[in-house]
């Protein structure tokens, strides 16, 4: 049982780590486990194949199918697949909230044509930034594979934690024993390079794309659907020690506000003062061990901020780096359609360029506060068209079982952003809204 529930998919996500650290022999054991986890359950088809599509940082996109991104193989697949079976009649939607949902992501989709299509930027640039919006499309794959059986959501809802579980497990290997990004190679140049802050040598400063998946972990514990699971303290510490791997202020904080904004008073009150509790011990670890767990540093920037009421200060600088770029947005380009979901690396307009601009390519889009960046993508148009696509998924997902899910997932990441996480430009993003609300979905309808 062991075997098959931890060691088989810890084997399966170091292989992609070895991938990702240029071992190509790693593809052997890949190859190996995930045949057979994909034959022992549906669960871990649906999550393998999940993880091999956005990757959660193991690798590179481009690095598992040798310079294609991964899913832009994977989605397409997908798609088709879902196209035949329709058409062959092999596979009947039983739930048409699915196509409703499905109808609504055609329409933003058409916003954001119609978007790409006020761009000046050259089509490959465009469709490089595009193709981000099309992980959503992974809603598909659950709902393929389990033929809309609600009776299944709980096992995959489960499976989903149990893999969490490893991943935790590996950020907590990474960051306090190896301090080298071995397993979550994506994103860790700055590390290896030498350049990105080390944090008294905690290799795993990097973005941990992997720590989302604790949203699915979150809610199995702390939903209604969840309430007689045993939460034993080790889960607490070992939970609590993945977060602290992170070393990411606006990942905890879009975890607790998660919480806060879908658990009952009672529960508020109850992890509210786990919380004081929790950050009271951080800053206690910091003080007496010389640790910088950046939680002193964070409540001395709010002190400084209001004392001299500098508020852009906040956010490590993040704030004063979006300044320029939305300052130029607004006086130069068309804020009412933006400048377009475009590729840094492929764009071809000069004026999008700028030494001020602080990102790898000086793109004005590589700002770190999520809302900033799409903003400046996607103009007003975008922003009221996403608005409306997530209210209306909540509209048909709210008289779910695991609705509460939709709530902590979108709480997580309009707080994530804050801190340039979880960006709506991203394909990880879309990728993790599709398969939450495919397992809305099979949840069933709430009596």
Not at 96 to 113: P, S
Not at 312 to 336: E, H, K, M, V
Not at 346 to 375: L, Q, R
Request: charged fraction near 15%.
């Amino acid at each position: 049982m062991i075997v098959k529930k931890y060691i088989i998919p810890f084997i399966f996500i170091t292989s992609l780590s070895a991938i990702g650290q240029k071992i190509t022999v790693g593809y052997v054991p890949l190859t190996l486990s995930f045949i057979f986890l994909a034959s022992s359950s549906k669960e871990d088809f649906v999550i393998t194949i999940f993880i091999l599509c956005f990757n959660f940082g193991i690798v590179e996109f481009d690095t598992l199918f040798n310079g294609i991104k991964s899913y832009d193989v994977i989605i397409p697949l997908v798609s088709i697949v879902f196209l035949i079976s329709i058409s062959l009649g092999n596979y009947k939607l039983k739930n048409n909230d699915i196509i409703i949902i499905l109808r609504y992501y055609i329409f933003f989709l058409f916003v954001n044509v119609l978007i790409e299509l006020h761009s000046a930027d050259n089509i490959t640039s465009k469709l490089a930034g595009f193709r981000q919006l099309f992980g959503f499309l992974f809603i598909l794959f659950p709902l393929l594979v389990y033929r809309n059986e609600s009776a299944n959501a709980e096992k995959l809802l489960s499976r989903l934690t149990e893999y969490w579980y490893v991943f935790s497990l590996l950020i907590i290997a990474q960051a306090f024993i190896i301090k080298y990004p071995i397993f979550f190679t994506a994103n860790a140049k700055g590390v290896i390079g030498g350049y990105e802050r080390s944090y008294n040598n905690l290799a795993f400063r990097v973005y941990p794309p992997a720590f989302s998946l604790m949203i699915f972990y979150l809610f199995y514990i702390t939903d209604k659907s969840g309430s007689k699971k045993n939460l034993k303290v080790i889960d607490i510490l070992r939970n609590f020690l993945a977060a602290l791997g992170s070393l990411t202020r606006s990942l905890w904080g879009a975890i607790i506000g998660s919480i806060f904004l879908t658990v009952p008073f009672s529960r508020k009150v109850k992890y509210g003062l786990m919380s004081i509790v929790v950050v009271w011990v951080l800053l206690e670890i910091e003080r007496q061990f010389g640790i910088d767990l950046r939680l002193t540093s964070f409540f001395d920037q709010i002190y400084l901020a209001v004392k001299y009421r500098d508020y852009l200060s906040l956010g490590t600088g993040r704030y004063l780096q979006a300044q320029y770029p939305i300052y130029y947005f607004i006086n130069n380009l068309d804020t009412f359609w933006g400048v377009g979901l475009l590729s840094p690396e492929k764009s071809s307009v000069s004026s999008y360029f700028s030494p001020f601009f602080i990102g790898a390519n000086h793109f004005i889009t590589e700002v770190e506060v999520g809302y900033a960046a799409y903003f400046i993508a996607c103009g007003i148009i975008g922003i009221a068209n996403l608005i409306y696509f997530l209210i209306s998924i909540w509209k048909v997902v709210k008289k779910y079982n695991y609705a509460n899910l939709y709530k902590q997932l979108i709480a997580f990441i309009l707080i994530a952003q804050i801190g340039g996480f979880f960006s709506f430009l991203g394909s990880d993003t879309w990728g993790i809204l599709g398969m939450t609300v495919a397992l809305i979905s099979l949840s069933g309808k709430s009596p």
